[in-house]
């Protein structure tokens, strides 16, 4: 699977089974059964099982299943991990991965499984280079909750105190080749917050978003996936470069601008995207 594909990742509580049923007719692109937050301590033994018969029953079609497992250090972490194994996950994400380490000991507990690591926390952000670049780690997830609680920043709608955290972790999985997600958006009957945030986030360079509520998946479906305008202007990049390929020139020009390799790399990115 090519993580960077997707582009809304929604958690559900793995214990809610209507909300797992509904999840199944939803436009998500991966959907991910949560066994943290969402989950109260003494509710997370029967949400462990739940999450493994829905992973097991199946009828998810081409949405990805991923196991959000309790954190490194919880009494949860090492059966959750396990449960994660069984047929239907496509992979686990991981709370609060702080190290390179830590990253490498999650991949060889992951029984093969794909791990997508959240960077939660100052340290994570500062070791998110050596986190993404760790074999078996396919992503990274922004938390930007408890980093600005780890941080004791103030969050305006432009999340300005979190940007270098938030451009970090773009960086870090740029340079390791793997997907980045942004994290989650609160406001979530606000529509109009959702789709600024979400546009910030896609300009950030982000592959995607994760969601907390199904309201937000069209929304966030559309926001990251290429307009009818974006795709109609990369076509027309590769045909005038194509053309000026033609009569010997690698440099072309269309609107006024100039058009070279790497930006018909970039919009063959963009076509095999929509």
Request: proline share 4%.
């Amino acid at each position: 699977m090519d993580m960077t594909r997707l582009r809304s990742l929604l958690y559900l509580p793995a214990n809610r089974a209507s909300a797992i049923a509904k999840a199944r007719t939803l436009a998500a692109d991966a959907v991910i059964l949560d066994l943290e937050d969402a989950v109260q301590p003494d509710a997370k033994v029967d949400a462990r099982a739940a999450a493994v018969a829905a992973a097991l029953e199946g009828g998810w079609g081409d949405r990805a299943l991923f196991l959000r497992v309790n954190g490194i250090g919880t009494p949860w972490h090492r059966d959750d991990m396990a449960a994660a194994h069984v047929d239907g996950f496509a992979g686990i994400v991981v709370p609060k991965v702080d190290t390179a380490a830590e990253a490498a000991d999650l991949v060889k507990r992951a029984g093969g499984r794909p791990v997508l690591a959240m960077i939660e926390t100052p340290a994570g952000v500062l070791n998110a280079a050596a986190i993404a670049a760790t074999p078996g780690v396919t992503g990274l997830i922004a938390g930007m909750a408890d980093l600005a609680k780890a941080l004791n920043c103030g969050v305006d709608a432009n999340r300005t105190p979190l940007l270098y955290s938030l451009s970090a972790i773009v960086l870090a999985a740029r340079a390791a080749g793997v997907a980045c997600f942004d994290g989650v958006c609160t406001e979530y009957r606000n529509e109009a917050a959702f789709r600024v945030e979400a546009g910030q986030g896609k300009l950030l360079g982000f592959d995607g978003k994760t969601l907390i509520h199904p309201i937000q998946v069209d929304p966030c479906n559309a926001v990251f996936s290429p307009s009818a305008d974006e795709v109609a202007h990369a076509r027309a990049m590769i045909a005038a470069y194509e053309a000026a390929l033609s009569v010997g020139r690698g440099v072309a020009t269309l609107d006024g601008q100039m058009v070279e390799i790497l930006h018909v790399e970039q919009a063959r990115r963009l076509l095999a995207r929509a």
